[in-house]
């Protein structure tokens, strides 16, 4: 059973930055060829897709969030991180790494406000 623990989150005014990590463990006899996900959900919504990246390198994002986030991943690690720039209040909410099938992590808290 594998396990993904984030970290990262906190308060930071718009504009600021914050960088999310995602940790794996437990039974992980492949990852590297495994994609990753970044989702989100804000109070009152659906969980979105936040950004994925696959095995090979290949990212994708969120039309909100193109051009201010970058995902990018450390196979040696079992680490995945979410690079967030020029953050916007909407950007609030609870950011959740994913690993298909079934994995979640409990996720962590980013909230954009002066």
């Known amino acids: 059973q594998v396990q993904l623990v984030e970290s990262g989150g906190g308060l930071v005014q718009p504009g600021g930055s914050l960088r999310l990590s995602c940790s794996a463990s437990g039974i992980i006899f492949s990852i590297k060829n495994m994609d990753w996900y970044w989702y989100r959900q804000a109070p009152g919504k659906e969980r979105e897709l936040v950004a994925s990246?696959?095995?090979?390198?290949?990212?994708n994002y969120a039309d909100s969030v193109k051009g201010r986030f970058t995902i990018s991943r450390d196979n040696a690690k079992n680490t995945m991180y979410l690079q967030m720039n020029s953050l916007k209040p909407e950007d609030t909410a609870v950011y959740y790494c994913?690993?298909?099938?079934?994995?979640w992590g409990q996720g962590t808290q980013v909230t954009v406000s002066s």
């Open positions: 994913h690993l298909p099938p079934d994995a």
């Open positions: 990246i696959s095995s090979r390198g290949y990212t």
